[in-house]
């Protein structure tokens, strides 16, 4: 029963990190022109940044419709297009964004 339980958790992990693996050639493809992942400067917020600050459901959201999300992520003006990328490759961008940091906002802990 064990040997399955860890197949089953090994298996799992392969298909997250592949997603992650196939994200990033989303990621290099339609999203490196403007937005880095080293703090290397470009138009768009750097997607470490984002990967702290924003949940993979909110990620999705604002690549399938950065024209509607954008006021709600707190942004006073649009400039990212919505992007020709199928509903695959906008889970798989957006879970090598939420991979790139392992800590995130909400994990903080507020001391009284």
């Given at each position: ?50 990967s702290y600050t924003r ?10 419709s950065p024209d509607r ?44």
């Open positions: 029963m064990k040997s399955i339980i860890v197949i089953c958790a090994l298996g799992l992990t392969a298909l997250l990190f592949a997603d992650a693996v196939k994200g990033k050639a989303v990621y290099a493809a339609h999203c490196s022109q403007c937005h880095s992942v080293h703090m290397t400067g470009g138009l768009g917020r750097d997607f470490n940044l984002v949940t993979k459901e909110e990620i999705v959201a604002y690549v399938q999300m954008y006021r709600k992520f707190g942004y006073s003006a649009n400039a990212m297009p919505t992007l020709p990328l199928t509903e695959e490759e906008i889970e798989a961008v957006a879970d090598y964004i939420d991979s790139l940091q392992p800590f995130k906002k909400w994990m903080v802990t507020k001391k009284d």
